[in-house]
């Protein structure tokens, strides 16, 4: 039997669940051993109850595990939620409150001041907010949460200037795939040959969670970054992959050398300590003209780098450049991931 | 027989060829009499030389006319002119300094110091520029052009904003339409699923021209308007319609009724002379929270209208939005055709 | 105050409800007065119970028009109805029942016996049938319906053919557009980049619709043509157009120019009669080698006529060809909007 | 130093020849050591004259190699060709009468009597018509052909059937992928949004190359199989892998189990001899009543494997299915990879 530590997934049959198990199937640390999604699917076998999106095979260790209640009782320690932002609200709290380690890609608590909002690379010692919430002092349980799939992709490129320059000001302009919306998500006659400038709540997301993930630890609560963010969300007919138009002012004067080196440079603890989804590199500067693209490069680090491209200067503010990330693996399922594996390697899943 | 003034088309075979036999299939003052293209195509009835791409048949007055060499020789007066760019730069000149009309759509010219850059909503004043060439005292003849597909749609959406409040700054991030390119243009291996984050000149072009058309008439030349302007373009798979992302900055505050009263109450020139295609509404604001959109938006005012939505505070500069604008029609061929109205209505035809 | 006759629509919020909308916005003899859709729908006014997903703007005099009950009562006598199937076996036979004449799009009873399906270029003469219907006795009214979106435009290619030469068998493969499948119907994860090849029970209703549409009226039933049918249909990623590989084997022998011919000279009752939403051509030949495309000739005949092209000898069967229809003009409200046509021409809407 | 053999790629710029060598990046038995590509990229290095489309990168060993002239002086005795059919037929032969052992994925030669159109799971034995070939005798040069990408999956699907039960008829409805086109092929402006229901000479090299292919060798020729094939091909927007509608009528009566197990069955030489690229199950059913499918089957096998599904009974011929098939995997690349594994397992490369 294998000596691996059992995790679970709430929310297992939708897009981000599915690549969950996708990611999990080989892991050298974690391995599926409860699956729970909705009323509808309970008590089927999960290859009947997901209607599964990926071009790999379902594993064929949970082909045919059934699909159990969305109930702490009987749910391993470590739960990584794909859940909606409304129920989410609900079951997060509850599994947390009986002891559960809930590593989240829902966006309903990320904002909560005593939950952490965490990129491995980025701010992991905003970790340390786990203390402070009062499931970890009754029962042990916690939740750790991931930022929105068309951040995170950008807060990595941002990550290593903001150390080395300092930010003044960001504008994201995002092109965005359907699977970010999850399954039906989008439906096909509003996405073909169009797109679609609007993206619920995405606009705030982006901005309200740049700030608190390149914010400052400070006690109980994250100081968020003092620098102005903006963001404009638009959806386009791409499958996987957020491309992103990127605008920024630097506090610190920097030549474009300087600010390839520092994407090139950037060696934090993930890849320090070689967590086994960390990437090698987890910003990638592509030097061709038109890169980067979706097509070409989402796949980038397995999915879980950033890639970057096309930095020249800019009239208003200091630089510009594009950037793509992909957003059901670096920017939710990957995500989650990782902050579980950073957990690990800093004892807080004993 | 009919009376309307007979006139050329140049370049007759591409897209934007084709859009200008459209557009003028059913014109109340022109008509084409003439038609020229590449020397492959010569001498051939026109619905055989063309690879015919709109969805309206080609009309029946154009399709067995006979493709003529691309010289004076023979051409009427009026020449609207659909040439790449390098080819432009030589055949324009030749057609002006032999007392033609020329109305261009080409970049060769656009930027030279007396050839004037005419949006007629916006700056139908600098048409006064032509005095200046060489080519009018000579021959007659002279140059106009109008703005490249991604700079017209959001210049009909600045003007108004620029004479009411003042710009700062603009930030513009162009979605755009693969008829952009023209035909073969972009291939499908390349824009399927695709975002590609570089388009050739484009940016550049977007920067010069936006700042020349909303520039001021200074004697023998224009200055150009004194704000920041910075631009970042992407393709997408898009058949027609380029969508952008604006943030801008206003010298004057403005709430947001005040910017949308100045859309709606913009009603230059054009529409007071009812030119022919001018739009009864060169700027249509959307209320729709995910609108304009290319698939329902981009045909408003028979593809002569800029659709703008999303209004709404930026963290950075004061104000974001979104425009749409039919980039073959308003962006080109569209775009001649109005400026030719204009320059007849002012008496540069006669 | 107007006199044409009154109108309602059943399903009105679906795609093809809009459909119906759009299509009786100018119609010289019918004019909307009544709108139902599901209960979540009921008392909101048009504009903000359907999400409109067609080009042009929901007519002003519908926008405003609050959304009834789906129920007879206050329901004008003709209803034009575009339910879902299972909806539709409950309700149609309730309006019918209530003296209704139920003009429907939906697939639920076009198989029973005693319900007319009905083309009016091809077997108008179907509509006897109405009077073998229980209703029509006890109330007046009756049920029409019309084939579904795959099966019309490849019967309008067939009709000439089993006229003039009798047909023997039929291969249909379909490549279907999503618009056949609703709103939001199919989700573009599914269908982006992709082919599905598979559309539940379309190729059943293709192949038994196809022989009752061509077979004959039988005292109170019809027999079904004789000749044999399969069909093989396939999802792709387009918008609006169906478009179909036929092949087929005729009873008598004869010429491309004579089968050529039979579609040129088909013209039917509803032509002859001129009925307002009749195509002048119903069947359209495209001599061009690569045509018909959904992208150009969809809109023939304002969408009611169905395009053909590529007429070449078999190896298998006699003939090969291409055919094109519009699935929600001509496949689906055009359709029963024709069927109406034909209805008060005939004497069945006094 | 590497002891594999070393081989030449003839057109190694474009789809096919970037595929080529993605291929034989990590081939047990050969490796790149020239490439030959038009005039314009000779002596540039490979990573500049090819504008590569692929998401894997540039192997490192083939990214600076000089692109050669494309004559035999110099090139390896085991040349890939990846060319157009025009110059294939003056450059193939061109390499064989100098000793080269020519594996050819282009059609000019395809249906010479004397050259061999080989499936290595299908018609190996027709290999010995090399022996027939001037060349042959001459200088030990050779041309051994695979087939177009349209036919080459359709009669992996078709041999096992007609070694058990006989082919009567085929008829085959192709909906292909825009790769097959090379590139740049398809215009973005003609399949966006699309089907274009025509592609030059596919239907008769379909028709004529599948007879070829289930034909029998008889001395120095092939009589080709006498069941009758009809084909019709569409182009859809999909990038890569050619899904096909097929029917089909069988000498012998044949149950589904009998005709889903003759191709779960199917394991004929290249498999018993364990050739390298050689799928371990050439013909995959697949169950699920929606597949295949392109998005999620195209890379069975590594792409060298068919995918099958949807068998059911056909009212005109006996069966219909559907075929999925990677178009410049197993319909190119691979295709003349596999004939060079088996011709050296043969022992025609030493």
Known sequence: MSNKIPVGILGATGIVGQRFIQ???????FEVSWLAA?????????????????????????????????????????????LDAAIAGELEPRFAAAGHAVISNSSALRMQSD????IPEVNGDHIRLIEKQPW????????????????????????????TFGLEAVMAITMQAVSGAGYPGVASLDILGNVVPYIAKEEEKMEEETQKLLGTLNGSRVD??????????NRVAVEDGHTESIALQLKKKASAEEIIAAWHD??????????????????????????????FDVDLGAGMSTAVGRLRK?????????????????????????????????GYLA
């Open 23 to 29: 990611m999990l199937e080989r892991h050298p640390w």
């Open 224 to 233: 968020p970054a003092p620098f102005a963010m903006s963001a404009q969300c």
């Open 38 to 82: 909705s009323d509808r699917s309970e008590g089927r076998p999960y290859a009947e109850a997901a209607r599964w999106r990926l071009k790999t095979a379902i594993p064929a260790a949970v082909a045919n595990m059934k699909v159990s209640p969305a109930q702490p009782a009987g749910a391993p320690k470590i739960i990584f939620a794909a």
């Open 115 to 118: 939950v952490p909002l965490v």
């Open 314 to 346: 800019c009239n208003i503010l200091d630089w510009k450049f594009t950037i793509l990330s992909h957003n059901t693996i670096r920017g939710a399922a990957g995500a989650a991931l990782l902050n579980a594996e950073l957990l690990k390697a800093k």
């Open 136 to 163: 970890r002092t009754q029962s042990g349980g916690y939740v750790v949460t991931n930022p929105n799939c068309s951040t995170i992709g950008l807060v990595l490129a941002l990550a290593p200037l903001h150390r």
């Open 266 to 295: 950037f060696h934090p603890e993930p890849q320090q300590l070689r967590l086994p989804s960390a990437p090698p590199q987890p910003v990638i500067y592509l030097t061709a003209i038109d890169r980067p693209q979706p097509r």
